[in-house]
Protein backbone atom coordinates (compact mmCIF):
# COMPACT_ATOMS: atom_id res chain seq x y z
CA UNK A 1 0.00 0.00 0.00
CA UNK A 2 2.82 1.99 0.51
CA UNK A 3 3.50 2.59 -3.05
CA UNK A 4 -0.06 3.05 -3.47
CA UNK A 5 -0.32 5.92 -1.44
CA UNK A 6 3.17 7.70 -1.70
CA UNK A 7 4.04 7.88 -5.22
CA UNK A 8 1.32 9.76 -6.35
CA UNK A 9 1.38 11.86 -3.47
CA UNK A 10 4.94 12.91 -4.17
CA UNK A 11 3.88 13.42 -7.76
CA UNK A 12 0.63 15.30 -7.39
CA UNK A 13 2.62 17.89 -5.18
CA UNK A 14 6.20 17.45 -6.54
CA UNK A 15 6.22 17.20 -10.20
CA UNK A 16 2.97 18.94 -11.02
CA UNK A 17 0.39 16.53 -11.41
CA UNK A 18 -2.98 17.72 -11.99
CA UNK A 19 -5.34 16.82 -9.52
CA UNK A 20 -8.02 15.04 -11.92
CA UNK A 21 -4.99 12.59 -12.92
CA UNK A 22 -4.46 11.81 -9.11
CA UNK A 23 -8.19 11.69 -8.91
CA UNK A 24 -8.45 8.97 -11.90
CA UNK A 25 -5.92 7.25 -10.81
CA UNK A 26 -7.12 6.80 -7.23
CA UNK A 27 -10.46 5.61 -8.75
CA UNK A 28 -8.87 3.47 -10.74
CA UNK A 29 -7.13 1.88 -8.11
CA UNK A 30 -9.64 1.68 -5.76
CA UNK A 31 -11.85 -0.23 -8.32
CA UNK A 32 -9.52 -2.45 -8.91
CA UNK A 33 -7.73 -3.39 -5.45
CA UNK A 34 -11.40 -3.59 -4.18
CA UNK A 35 -12.71 -6.09 -7.18
CA UNK A 36 -9.31 -8.37 -6.91
CA UNK A 37 -8.16 -8.25 -3.28
CA UNK A 38 -10.62 -6.65 -0.90
CA UNK A 39 -13.22 -8.67 -1.23
CA UNK A 40 -11.46 -11.55 0.10
CA UNK A 41 -10.14 -10.16 3.82
CA UNK A 42 -11.27 -7.09 5.79
CA UNK A 43 -7.48 -6.05 6.27
CA UNK A 44 -7.51 -5.27 2.83
CA UNK A 45 -11.01 -3.32 2.65
CA UNK A 46 -9.94 -1.52 5.81
CA UNK A 47 -7.20 -0.43 3.81
CA UNK A 48 -8.71 1.28 0.93
CA UNK A 49 -10.52 2.85 3.15
CA UNK A 50 -7.40 4.29 4.86
CA UNK A 51 -6.14 4.73 1.26
CA UNK A 52 -9.19 7.18 0.39
CA UNK A 53 -9.71 9.04 2.92
CA UNK A 54 -5.81 9.67 2.55
CA UNK A 55 -6.52 10.68 -1.31
CA UNK A 56 -9.32 12.83 0.24
CA UNK A 57 -7.01 14.97 2.22
CA UNK A 58 -4.07 14.85 -0.78
CA UNK A 59 -6.70 16.40 -2.99
CA UNK A 60 -8.20 18.68 -0.17
CA UNK A 61 -4.17 19.97 0.46
CA UNK A 62 -3.13 20.19 -2.95
CA UNK A 63 -6.31 22.68 -3.40
CA UNK A 64 -5.61 25.15 -0.52
CA UNK A 65 -2.27 24.67 -2.04
CA UNK A 66 -3.22 26.05 -4.90
CA UNK A 67 -5.50 28.56 -3.90
CA UNK A 68 -2.87 29.95 -1.54
CA UNK A 69 -0.29 29.87 -4.35
CA UNK A 70 -2.24 31.98 -6.71
CA UNK A 71 -3.40 34.26 -3.72
CA UNK A 72 0.19 35.18 -3.00
CA UNK A 73 1.24 35.95 -6.75
CA UNK A 74 -1.48 37.99 -7.12
CA UNK A 75 -0.21 39.98 -3.76
CA UNK A 76 2.84 39.93 -5.23
CA UNK A 77 1.98 41.49 -8.78
CA UNK A 78 -0.27 44.09 -6.86
CA UNK A 79 3.53 44.85 -4.62
CA UNK A 80 4.99 45.40 -8.32
CA UNK A 81 2.70 47.67 -9.24
CA UNK A 82 3.02 49.90 -6.31
CA UNK A 83 6.52 49.81 -6.19
CA UNK A 84 6.27 50.99 -9.94
CA UNK A 85 3.83 53.61 -9.06
CA UNK A 86 6.35 54.92 -5.83
CA UNK A 87 9.35 54.93 -8.15
CA UNK A 88 7.79 57.20 -11.02
CA UNK A 89 6.17 59.49 -8.06
CA UNK A 90 10.08 60.15 -6.83
CA UNK A 91 11.37 60.38 -10.09
CA UNK A 92 8.69 63.18 -11.05
CA UNK A 93 9.57 64.80 -7.25
CA UNK A 94 13.15 64.81 -7.91
CA UNK A 95 12.52 66.05 -11.52
CA UNK A 96 10.03 68.63 -10.12
CA UNK A 97 13.25 69.61 -7.39
CA UNK A 98 15.70 69.94 -10.05
CA UNK A 99 13.28 72.23 -12.00
CA UNK A 100 12.58 74.51 -9.06
CA UNK A 101 16.34 74.29 -8.04
CA UNK A 102 17.34 75.46 -11.45
CA UNK A 103 14.22 78.16 -11.80
CA UNK A 104 15.46 80.18 -8.84
CA UNK A 105 18.66 79.94 -9.51
Not at 17 to 26: D, E, F, N
Not at 31 to 38: E, P, R, S, W, Y
Not at 71 to 98: G, H, N, P, Y
Request: aromatic content about 14%; overall charge positive; proline content about 1%.
Amino acid sequence: MFSAVAIPAIAIFGMGMTRITYLVGVVSFNVLAGVFAAAYTNTWARNLFNFTAFSLCVLALHYAKEKSDRRIWSLRDQLKKQFRATQKAQVAEAKAAESKKSFSS
